[in-house]
């Protein structure tokens, strides 16, 4: 994986602000002045927070296996109809009356849940979760993540067994017995996680305008279906894996005149003609020495004056540093592949690749996905 932290000199003023953050730091490293600053007024309430959040990195796996356990045994779809006894919730999650008191104490705790009562019913993250079952798809899947993270270390040295992530992405692999297995998995969880980002990146991006366009890695072709919603008149193409677009040929949801188009981006070209073609949650999952060659095939697949437009999460933002540099980063190494860009860099490769005026567009939840575009000019 390429090497990404920029070779670069700090200025005069860069040296000053490290210099006061290496006295912060020893000041703060101090027991004396972390009793101090818990006790005086003025920063028991900066000193009680930070405290927290450390708590919270230490304890997020077990925040995390308590959500799971809330999805695995349906506890927010079984709450959707109103607050049940405590006693009617073991009953139905086949747990003893401790196991879900504990489990119910632990998402009341997480804001997963509430006490209504004598009874227990949804809370605030608890409802909006059974409103996503992209989400709900995700902490699922989740568990092969947490079993790939178990060793860290093992992980970032190169030390560890083939992990489970990897197994799951073999559809990338090509035409393996693996692969084919893996592919339904794989489109039936990208099918469901879609309507995270679709809507998002359809408001940001006027798609409206085009008249044919490709969807490249388009799995099942749901994200297609929503931009035929918001473009009837616009001529659609697909493009990815044979064993994935097998699954495409039978969404109801994509009008009779897509075209589906089956091939390896990495080796084979794409269909001509496009005036756009849109790459969602794909570029993150591939090297440089993937993407570049396919940028470069974008760009050979699209009239003068066509566009592409890339979404997905995007790293060095403040904002979404803990999706993309933490989350992403360690998700796409269990993977095998594939690193979070900046925008910036994205731009910088679609300049390469020959296309011309790239820039950035504001997406609602940049959490979820950022959006670059650019265009064709010959």
């Not at 101090?30 to 230490?58: E, I, K, M, V």
Request: hydrophobic content about 50%; proline content about 7%; overall charge neutral.
């Amino acid at each position: 994986m390429t090497a990404t932290m920029p070779d670069r000199r700090a200025g005069p003023f860069e040296r000053l602000a490290g210099w006061l953050k290496q006295r912060r730091d020893r000041l703060v490293a101090d027991p004396a002045f972390q009793r101090f600053s818990a006790s005086f007024p003025l920063t028991r309430g900066t000193a009680h927070r930070h405290a927290s959040d450390l708590f919270d990195l230490c304890a997020g796996f077990v925040y995390s296996q308590v959500l799971f356990a809330c999805v695995r045994l349906d506890l927010f779809a079984m709450l959707t109809r109103g607050p049940l006894p405590l006693s009617d919730i073991a009953a139905r999650a086949r747990l003893s009356p401790e196991a879900a008191d504990r489990l119910v104490r632990a998402a009341i705790a997480l804001g997963l849940l509430e006490w209504r009562g004598d009874t227990v019913g949804l809370g605030l993250k608890g409802a909006a979760l059974t409103g996503n079952p992209g989400a709900l798809a995700m902490v699922e899947h989740h568990a092969m993540l947490y079993a790939d993270l178990a060793d860290p270390i093992a992980l970032l040295r190169g030390e560890a067994p083939p992990s489970q992530l990897r197994r799951f992405w073999a559809y990338g692999d090509g035409g393996s017995a693996e692969a084919a297995d893996s592919a339904a998995d794989y489109t039936a969880l990208m099918a469901r996680s879609q309507a995270l980002v679709a809507d998002d990146i359809l408001d940001a991006y006027p798609v409206d305008k085009h008249r044919v366009v490709l969807d490249v890695g388009g799995g099942n072709g749901t994200f297609l279906a929503a931009l035929h919603r918001r473009a009837p008149a616009a001529e659609l193409h697909l493009f990815d894996l044979p064993a994935v677009t097998a699954h495409a040929a039978h969404n109801p949801a994509l009008p009779e005149s897509v075209v589906i188009h089956g091939g390896r981006f990495p080796h084979d070209p794409l269909p001509a003609g496009m005036d756009l073609v849109t790459l969602v949650r794909v570029v993150h999952d591939h090297d440089d020495a993937v993407v570049r060659p396919l940028l470069k095939r974008v760009h050979e697949a699209l009239v003068p004056g066509g566009s592409i437009v890339i979404a997905e999460p995007m790293a060095e933002s403040a904002a979404v540093a803990p999706m993309a540099d933490a989350y992403f980063g360690f998700y796409l190494l269990a993977m095998g592949q594939g690193r979070a860009r900046s925008p910036d860099t994205l731009m910088a490769m679609l300049v390469e690749a020959g296309f011309q005026a790239p820039r950035r567009v504001a997406t609602r939840r940049p959490l979820f996905a950022g959006l670059v575009t650019a265009t064709r000019h010959s």
